[in-house]
């Protein structure tokens, strides 16, 4: 039997990895991968503009006037992941890149989703991430960092 195979959090952070490497963005790319009790994949989702907004009329800045940057248009690759969903949320596990923003993390609660493992905690200690925190917490919904048993999954296509 083969022992370098990936493990379940593995395979589902990978393909949260991958789901964000669809992102315009040029700054942050984020992917999400929600999968059921089964460890069946019922959705994934990357941040980038809605369904019928072209890329290219929209800004990606970081800063300036709010409607010149992203913030008002981009959707976060948590909320795509349970948009795009197949099936009930109710006891699923989200993986994502980054933890969840205070809005994503009220989506996240609404859509039933028990469990969250992140990659990074970048914001933590900002006011949005303690929000996320103290709503995740008061619902009952676990989160954990996801602490990669490989360093590095390669794709090669040839």
């Known amino acids: 039997m083969r022992k370098d195979f990936i493990d379940w959090d593995g395979y589902f952070m990978g393909i949260a990895l991958l789901s964000s490497m669809r992102s315009k963005d040029p700054n942050t790319q984020v992917g999400a991968c929600i999968v059921n009790e089964d460890k069946r994949i019922v959705g994934v989702g ?3 503009l809605p369904k019928g907004c072209n890329d290219e009329d929209f800004p990606w800045e970081r800063e300036g006037e709010f409607l010149e940057t992203k913030y008002p248009y981009v959707c976060h690759a948590e ?3 349970i948009l795009n969903s197949i099936q009930s949320l109710k006891d699923c596990i989200i993986y994502v890149a980054l933890f969840p923003c205070n809005e994503c993390s009220k989506a996240i609660i609404q859509s039933g989703i028990k ?9 933590n200690g900002t006011d949005a991430n303690k929000a996320s925190k103290k709503m995740l917490e ?3 919904i676990k989160f954990r960092q996801f602490t990669p048993k490989l360093k590095k999954l390669e794709i090669n296509f040839s």
């Open 46 to 48: 990357y941040n980038g």
């Open 79 to 81: 909320l795509n992941a």
């Open 115 to 123: 469990e969250i493992v992140y990659l990074s905690d970048k914001h």
């Open 138 to 140: 008061t619902a009952g």
